[in-house]
């Protein structure tokens, strides 16, 4: 059977998501799949579009990559712009030429409705949909001051926050008696008003634009309906969208009277042939500006063209929970009361700056919706109830009460039905999750990869950890967090004992704490402990026995029980004469000799006994260890920065080095790697470390907990434009808290991940200083830094300790016999297993 | 009739790590000696060599207890130990060769076997 052509028009976050439906799908194999997109860029996440302005790029913000495209069989054609359909013929028209299909689904998304003012068409009047969108605001708003955003939703305040990154003086113009119209009353339009203004955002609300005329102190003056005006130097329209549907209009389908593409429950237009997704699909008379719903109308689709004749597209939840400008606001189902006999109960704190409102049925048992601003610590609990149709208690005021004044804890997990989504971004219900751990997950992490929950948005993250641990518990598992058999707390436990109990050695704390006599778990994990408590030598004769061979031996083994030495390289700068002397020394010792991707060099295949030897050389050349060995600081990796790149913006060499020394030596739960780029090209590819620094015109921005390795990991924007203080200081902090917080052999990108709260709990802790700790952390970490020695040098120095590198103690010149060489590509290496000599 | 054996010498209580190990030279190859003073006996000594890989690397290896049991897990692949039958905990199949140790005096004495003795002395 020859394969249809199924031809999608739209590459946006709906069309892409589609896509990945439908290719796991076994339908993908019965058809060839082509993608036109008008962009030239791959599907990117709009929701966090002003990110854009915060460092991330597009690469950060894309949905997929050009190899998955490649690797799922599909042609994906960037920035050719579909301009006709041929509904007889089933053929579509590019610039390019005519292509045939047999399935056609439309994803061409929506565009920013311009309100038609006068003057609307200067050149400094922008719109805030695509990144390149983005780039002209940025290009406009480059050496002036002022920016209005004509618009006060969603995406108004959005694009509001934008300028205000932009370092511009933000005002937001809306036509509506209040902010966010659709979503807020009153009362919550006018405190979001009011903290809004408090975080410097001007908010003029019923204001009618008439005209756009050249300025007199800005390029733009903006004329209103009341004879005032206001000055700006640029405007964005966000005043909503339109769907993109005049390929569908011109090839004649239905189509709804104010636009829009009709779509059955199949999301199939009037031809059976064509499909329409996202907000370019006018279904039941309403499109839906949201990604949720594009994406449940995305699996819809790809499940019937999979043949599943039950699949049908219902409507969707339109509640949303965002965090604008900085502000929580949450708005559920009916939130204006529009259901006949609707009742409300009010919940307003103009101290605090929290109001909440409850949207209840007329019988008093059903929560209808919701409206939340200044704390969305409720929408949970509340949204659980309005989805699931879960009966209120006798007294509902009590969901948002504030606890001190009878408020009800929120809502467990157990009160939650099967049904109950927990994760609507991948449409993810309390049943599914029940599901895999039945299936034999075990862990958070484990549900979160199997199902895919809490992986889009990630508001749904301490729910879903609540529901895991509460079934998991329920199931007999014990979520065991105890280290081993000899002891039964965990690493943050045993922390907490050492630092507070003053413990100095491994033998007083199993002696006082655990039991039996250690292992090859609990002793690495305790010396770490010991080391960033106490700093003491790591050959410490209470300590030799507790590290690992690579500690112990302060070199790395590899596979034939010979070892390798890195010297630390800081920022991978290094003098010709230093370079030379690493030369001369591999070559005497006959070393292979390699470069590593962290920016030093790595020299292979020294035994026990020649490690003294080499790195006394080492050492009189002014080299110090590079605790390659070690759970600890690896290398702070850097480009080559404004010193010599004609784009750097700072001196990330520099940066990078102070950082290297600052940190080197320190023992972590597990090692860490960190990078400095000198501009946002970002060449040092900071954001795949644990702390990875960008330069800024206005200094530096900090990315946290990013990972490669088997599970990659973009590290996430943790603060914007520090200085070279506040970098350290932060970076001390959040380190320090990774330290004394994470489990043993737990990187930073899983810490963060399983820390409740998440990255904006951390946030919390460091720039915030929530718990109170952030000086003591700073302290922790001055102590540490004060009492750092090289390892190395005070090894080669020690006759005790240099004893411990005999291959052979009864035997000093006796050689390994098993050690057995070959030469390639003019270096030595071991022979392989099998391999003739 | 009991086979010969030799004590021999392998090196000083000076030359012990505690809860570590020290690989020493035989007749009978490389071995390695562990001194676990908080057990009786504290002395053990088992092949250097590891079997998985037939590297020379168990005295390098953290020591411990699993079970009640004196281990120590291999350098490379981490593998168990015990040290005192040479069971390996992951894979019953395996052992490493154990010999008798004793302290005499100020020496550390490991009993090897003569038949090894000969057949390396040949």
């Known amino acids: 059977m020859s394969k249809k052509t199924l031809i999608v028009i739209g590459n946006g976050m709906v069309g892409h998501h589609f896509l990945e439906q439908l290719v796991a799908t076994p339908a993908a194999a019965d058809f060839d799949i082509k993608v036109f997109g008008e962009e030239k860029l791959l599907a990117y996440d709009r929701v966090h579009l002003s990110d854009y302005f915060g460092g991330s790029t597009h690469a950060d913000l894309a949905m997929g990559t050009a190899d998955w495209y490649a690797e799922n069989h599909i042609d994906l054609r960037l920035g050719e712009q579909v301009t006709g359909i041929d509904r007889d013929k089933r053929t579509i028209t590019t610039l390019m030429g005519d292509y045939s299909y047999d399935e056609l689904v439309l994803a061409t998304g929506s565009y920013p409705f311009v309100p038609p003012i006068k003057g609307n068409e200067h050149p400094h009047c922008l719109v805030y949909r695509t990144l390149e969108d983005l780039d002209s605001i940025r290009a406009s708003a480059d050496g002036v001051k002022t920016g209005v955003v004509v618009g006060g939703g969603l995406l108004g305040l959005e694009a509001a926050n934008a300028l205000k990154s932009l370092g511009l003086e933000a005002h937001v113009v809306e036509f509506a008696p209040r902010l966010m119209p659709v979503q807020l009353d009153s009362d919550g339009g006018a405190l979001l008003k009011r903290k809004i203004e408090e975080l410097g955002v001007q908010v003029h609300t019923e204001k009618a634009t008439t005209e756009i005329v050249e300025g007199e102190d800005a390029r733009l003056r903006m004329n209103f309906s009341d004879d005032t005006h206001l000055e700006t130097d640029l405007i964005v329209f966000s005043a909503g969208i339109r769907p993109q549907d005049a390929l569908a209009r011109s090839s004649d389908l239905a189509m709804g009277e104010r636009g829009g593409i009709v779509i059955n429950d199949q999301c199939t237009t009037s031809d059976p042939h064509i499909h329409a997704i996202g907000e370019c699909a006018l279904w039941s008379e309403k499109i839906f500006g949201l990604v949720a719903p594009g994406y449940t109308m995305a699996r819809t689709l790809a499940s019937v063209l999979n043949g599943d004749t039950e699949a049908a597209f219902t409507g969707a939840d339109m509640s949303t929970k965002l965090k604008l400008l900085g502000v929580d606001v949450g708005s559920i189902g009916d939130a204006h009361a529009t259901t006949p006999g609707a009742r409300n109960i009010r919940f307003n704190d103009e101290q605090a700056g929290h109001y909440r409102r409850m949207v209840i049925s007329e019988d008093g048992k059903k929560l209808l919706g919701a409206i939340l601003v200044g704390d969305n610590s409720h929408y949970d609990t509340l949204l659980q109830y309005a989805l699931n149709g879960i009966e209120l208690p006798e007294n509902p005021e009590t969901l948002i009460l504030p606890e001190s004044q009878g408020g009800a804890p929120t809502l467990g997990p157990d009160a939650l039905p099967e049904t109950a989504s927990i994760c609507s971004c991948h449409n993810v219900s309390k049943g599914d999750i029940c599901g895999v751990i039945d299936a034999g997950c075990t862990d958070l992490a484990g549900v979160k990869a199997e199902t895919k929950a809490s992986t889009g948005c990630g508001g749904c993250a301490a729910l879903l950890k609540n529901v895991v641990d509460r079934e998991l518990e329920k199931r007999g598992v014990e979520v065991s967090k105890d280290l081993c058999e000899h002891f039964p707390y965990s690493r943050q436990d045993l922390f907490n004992i050492v630092k507070v109990n003053g413990i100095r050695t491994f033998r007083t704390l199993i002696r006082e704490h655990g039991k039996g006599h250690g292992c090859d778990i609990c002793k690495p994990a305790v010396a770490s402990i010991l080391a960033t408590c106490w700093n003491e030598h790591i050959l410490a004769t209470d300590h030799v026995p507790l590290q690992d061979t690579n500690d112990t031996f302060m070199a790395n083994m590899q596979k034939n029980g010979t070892y390798s030495i890195v010297p630390r390289i800081p920022g991978g700068e290094i003098t010709p004469d230093k370079l030379i002397v690493l030369g001369e020394v591999a070559k005497e010792y006959n070393l292979y000799t390699k470069i590593t991707g962290g920016q030093r060099v790595d020299l292979f295949g020294a035994t026990l006994s020649e490690l003294p030897e080499i790195w006394e050389k080492l050492i009189a050349a002014g080299f110090e260890t590079g605790h390659a060995y070690g759970k600890s600081l690896r290398t702070v990796k850097s480009c080559v920065g404004s010193t010599w790149c004609r784009y750097g913006v700072q001196d990330s060499v520099g940066m990078a080095i102070t950082l290297e020394n600052r940190y080197k030596g320190l023992r972590a739960p597990h090692k860490v790697k960190m990078a400095v780029s000198g501009c946002t090209r970002e060449c040092a590819e900071a954001q795949s470390k644990d702390f990875g620094v960008i330069a800024t015109e206005n200094g530096w921005n900090l990315y946290v907990c990013g990972n490669g390795g088997m599970r990659p990991r973009h590290g996430d924007l943790f603060a914007t434009d520090l200085s070279d203080e506040e970098l350290i200081r932060t970076i001390d902090r959040v380190v320090m808290f990774y330290v004394r917080t994470a489990d043993r052999l737990q990187r930073t990108s899983v810490w963060m991940e399983n820390l409740e709260g998440g990255l904006d709990y951390l946030k919390q802790v460091v720039l915030e200083d929530s718990l109170g700790i952030g000086e003591e952390l700073e302290q922790h970490m001055a102590d540490l830094v004060d009492t750092y020695q090289c390892e190395w040098k005070t090894a080669v120095e020690d006759p005790e300790k240099r004893k411990r590198f005999r291959e052979f103690v009864n035997a000093p010149s006796k050689k390994d016999p098993v050690q057995e060489w070959t030469t390639e590509r003019y270096q030595r290496r071991p022979l392989l297993e099998g391999e003739p000599a | ?122």
């Open chain 2, 1 to 122: 009739m009991r086979a010969r054996t030799s004590w021999e010498v392998v090196c000083t209580v000076e030359d012990l790590v505690p809860e570590s190990g020290v690989a020493v030279w035989t007749e009978d190859g490389p071995v390695a000696v562990f001194y676990l003073p908080h057990r009786l006996p504290a002395l053990f000594a088992i092949s250097h060599t590891d079997p998985f890989t037939g590297k020379n690397v168990l005295a390098r290896g953290i020591t411990g207890d699993l079970k009640g049991q004196p281990i120590v897990a291999s350098p490379l692949y981490k593998q168990h130990f015990n040290l005192q039958t040479g069971q390996c905990l992951e894979d019953e199949e395996v052992t490493v060769k154990t010999y008798p140790v004793l302290l005499d005096g100020n020496n550390v004495r490991v009993e090897i076997p003569a038949v090894n003795k000969e057949s390396a002395a040949a």
